[in-house]
């Protein structure tokens, strides 16, 4: 069974950092392009960052371009996103996503989300 | 930046109709669109991919079409359970977009 578990949420203050993570299992995960993709309070949902395989390549949307870095540790099949400098728009819940390389990395496993609110 | 316009914004429809979802994008993504579904307190489910391929463990009542810039969700005969929210995305080109989503609720 396909399992993402997502830990490292939490209250910080602006301008704080986070690191969030994702331990899969049940899947061959140095196979995967991982995402992460959030979704603030009562709105829709905004692709954050990708990565592949490898590690070898890294995507960021602008909105958090220069402050979150994704990474990869395939040796513990566990993905990361450092969070610095945040700010009250980060305020979300965060999924971890595996893409499935036969169907074209279509995001199909999702993790069940960590809540990272930011706020004095 | 590839943008999508989901339409309508909600859709109120009874259990047993048929729920036409539109996106629309602001540039070709060629067939790569999917369709994910999101219940309340959920994680978001793959529906669709490629515009057209249903998902593994999708029931047939759901189907894809479009190409290019215009795509259909369309939900043959409507479960209890389909109420819920329908996004849209897009894999042709970085970032990745979702459309800002189609509320089915019961009407």
């Known amino acids: 069974e396909v399992q993402l578990l997502e830990s490292g949420g939490g209250l910080v203050q602006p301008g704080g950092s986070l690191r969030l993570s994702c331990a899969a299992s049940?899947?061959?995960?140095?196979?995967?392009?991982m995402t992460w993709v959030r979704q603030a309070p009562g709105k829709g949902l905004e692709w954050v960052s990708s990565?592949?395989?490898?590690?070898?390549?890294?995507y960021y949307a602008d909105s958090v371009k220069g402050r979150f870095t994704i990474s990869r540790d395939n040796s513990k099949d566990t993905v990361y996103l450092q969070m610095n400098s945040l700010r009250g728009e980060d305020t979300a819940v965060y999924y971890c996503?595996?893409?499935?390389?036969?169907?074209?990395?279509?995001?199909?496993?999702w993790g069940q989300g960590t809540l990272v609110t930011v706020s004095s | 930046e590839v943008v999508l316009t989901q339409s309508p914004a909600t859709l109120s429809l009874s259990p047993g109709g048929r729920a036409t979802l539109s996106c629309r994008a602001s540039q070709s993504v060629g067939s790569s669109l999917a369709w994910f579904q999101q219940r309340p307190g959920q994680a978001p489910r793959l529906l669709i991919y490629?515009?057209?391929n249903r998902a593994a463990g999708i029931p047939a009542r759901f189907s894809g079409s479009g190409s290019g810039t215009d795509f259909t969700l369309t939900i043959s005969s409507l479960e209890p359970e389909d109420f819920a929210v329908y996004y849209c995305q897009q894999r042709t080109n970085w970032p990745r977009t979702f459309g800002q989503g189609t509320k089915l609720e019961v009407k």
């Open positions: 049940g899947f061959t995960f140095s196979s995967y392009a």
């Open positions: 996503v595996g893409g499935v390389p036969a169907i074209n990395y279509y995001f199909v496993y």
């Open positions: 490629d515009a057209s």
């Open positions: 990565i592949t395989g490898t590690g070898g390549s890294t």
